[in-house]
């Protein structure tokens, strides 16, 4: 059976092969990016081999005469054939000369030389195969060689030249905060921080004018926060020019002149699918583009007969940006090349909520409504109150795709026997502990009160993992009281109740003596919030003693399959875990699509929907719920008879106060057994979770104020009645 290793699931997040953003400088006359024209354009193909751990790829190198990427943890070089149809794997001779099982990871390769990850140090092997630590510079993390045969890297606070025989680091030059964009074409090298992008002459050894229309192009790019949100490379052309990759597609600039083309639009092909990571890009000698993503490699070839005309447009509105809505937006626009797609988002740039509802009134009031609603976050009674939305039961023959869905779910939006919207995903709401202990919580409260015993008793290094922020128990116990909360009048002493708990577990999650963090982050998606995280909770509770694993399960790879794995783990701990808890009948439906009564375009969005529920659609897994399209349940279910879902996940010793190295773990995809109990429960979910963004925000407002100790509870639960009785009223 092949294993497939996996980056830890809880690790201090480090930014290693993948380019990420940046941008801006030099002014220049008349610039301006120039988008895709009406005809002509890049036809977009997979290219074929065995591509499954591209999860982390180098820039595109040419070792002898193969030119492909470098996979980080299999440590091969995957190259192009000659035809460019297929890709081959290769080994690495001074890799296998240096590894003797210790090489974790390459990190950059060329003719020249390797930088690897050997024995936990960063280390530069040169063209002998002599192997040598990196030192002089902290945490140098992104590393590329230069045509020039140098090797030249960053870290977050500046540029540096590696000598590749010694592994001694250089500082070039130190521009502004947090460097995270790092690129090498010809003589430039590209890289920027907060303020923008900045170049600097490897030949003359200085900092160079950037052009204004790259500074413009790349302005999006650049970090305004301390991680990268956003993905970009640039490559050389076949003269003096560039390619630029992101996310919005790729960009062609000529050296010296003062516009930019988008050669391929990012709505319409993979570079734009949220499903997907964008890596880093190469043209070949004949004019094909190649680029790598998560999924594995693509090819783009220039076809003058590719029509880009648009023939009508679908507006896409959701409050607040949806992985999920954009990789639908995505697809259906890749298949729908006649159809502006335009997606927009309420609460952009940061704008309120009552902001994003004004502008959003405004929008349909003036007659140019969204066609399609995502009505996550909104206020959906009052949607339905003043007929803004289109009954879907009339025109099922039009939206519903052919395979069967999950009615129980994706239909929970009806009333009187009208159909107001559909979910696409949906979540699970779940509470973990050992056996011992899993019995004594019936409710919210009981989790509060298990967690402060623990802190008491034994004082563990954490008892929940990982509160953020004071909204992450409210919106958590939302997801478990939600319901009992907001049905009927508002309850003073339920909420006076529901705000102690918030609190007891926020106060009690970390040991005062602790001293690191951990980030959880999910192996292939950071999408979920920290409220919903579960399985990598679960994972802390198996390994550790006095741990409660709360939140949703979102998915099958990254949550249930770690918890159905980790039941399977022989060791001390006797955990468990149950779906609900007090009702076992609750999910939280998520992607909720609705069509506007008042749309111009009711066909294409009838369509939008169709394709939102389709399988090819609902098989892509984003961490933020399960798919609610039978057939593609079905494909999860049967993901078992593949070996190569099988993989070692490492699990660290969360508890500072426990010693050990941790654990590696086999993670395997779930039974036949068990996918039958699975899809018997969740047909028996009847119970869907709805909240409101602005009744969230009411509860979230009182509740971080009883956390922080400004209010007490009974004021927080006051309060709060007060402000629900008046939105009520209105």
Known sequence: MNSLKKTLAVIMSLAM???????SSEKEKATEVKLLSSKGGYAESKVEGRL???????????????????SAWARELVYISKDGTRVFRSEVDDLIKNDDDDIYAVYAASDNGLVVCKDGDTCVINSEGECNKVTGADYI??????????????????????????????????????????????NRIFYGDRDGVHIFDIEKNCEAE???????????????????????????????????????????????GNFAEQIIDGLISRFGDPSDRFG???????????????????????????????????????????STISQIVSSFAADNRNIKVDYQVGMKEGLTYSDAMKELTTQILSGNAPDVIVIDGLDNDNLIEKNMLTDLSKYEDKWLPDSDILDNIAKWNTEDGKLYSVACKFRIPAVGAERKDLDKIKSFADAADLCEKYRKEKDPHYTI?????????????????????????PDKAAFEKF????????????????????????????????????????????????????????????????????????????????????SDKCFVPNCNIAVSESSKNKEDAFRFIASALGEEAQEIEHSDGFPVNKAALEGFYEMNKDADNVYSLYVPPFDSNEDGEGTEVDMEWMTDDEAKEFDSYIKTLSEPVFIKYPIREIIEDAGKKCIEGTVTAEQAAEDTVKQLELKMKE
């Open 465 to 489: 993992l990982d509160f953020f922020d004071e909204t992450d128990p409210i919106r958590m116990g939302l997801m478990y009281e939600g319901n009992k909360l907001l049905s009927g009048t």
């Open 280 to 322: 880093t890009i190469y043209c070949a000698p004949d004019g094909t583009i190649y680029a790598t993503f998560n999924s594995g490699m693509y090819k783009y070839v220039y076809d003058p007969e590719i029509e880009n005309a648009v023939t009508s447009e679908l507006k896409v509105y959701s409050l607040e940006k949806n």
């Open 210 to 256: 950037v052009p204004d229309v790259l500074a413009d192009l790349m302005s999006k790019y650049k970090a305004e926060k301390s991680d990268a949100e956003h993905a970009l490379d640039i490559c050389a052309g076949n003269n003096d020019d560039i390619y630029i990759g992101c996310e919005d597609g790729l960009y062609h600039y000529s050296w010296g």
């Open 17 to 23: 092969l993948a380019p990420l953003t940046s941008c």
């Open 52 to 70: 499954y751990d591209m999860q982390s790829a180098s820039e595109f190198v040419t070792i002898g005469e193969k030119t492909g990427v470098i």
């Open 499 to 582: 705000y102690e708990s918030c609190a007891k577990l926020y106060n009690n999650d970390k040991s005062p003596s602790e001293m690191d963090t951990y980030v959880i982050s999910s192996t292939d998606s950071d999408e979920a919030s920290s409220e919903y995280f579960f399985g990598t909770r679960y994972m802390a509770e198996k390994m550790n003693k006095n741990v409660i694993a709360l939140g949703a399960l979102n998915g099958f790879e990254n949550e249930l399959n770690v918890v159905t794995s980790l039941m399977k783990i022989d060791n001390d701990i006797d955990a468990a875990y149950r779906y609900g808890m007090e």
């Open 141 to 186: 993390y992104n590393f590329e060689f230069a045509d020039n045969g140098k090797l030249y890297g960053l870290n977050y606070d500046a540029l540096y030249e590696v000598d590749i025989n010694t592994g001694a680091a250089k500082k070039l030059a130190d521009k502004g905060e947090r460097i995270n964009f790092f690129d090498i074409i010809g």
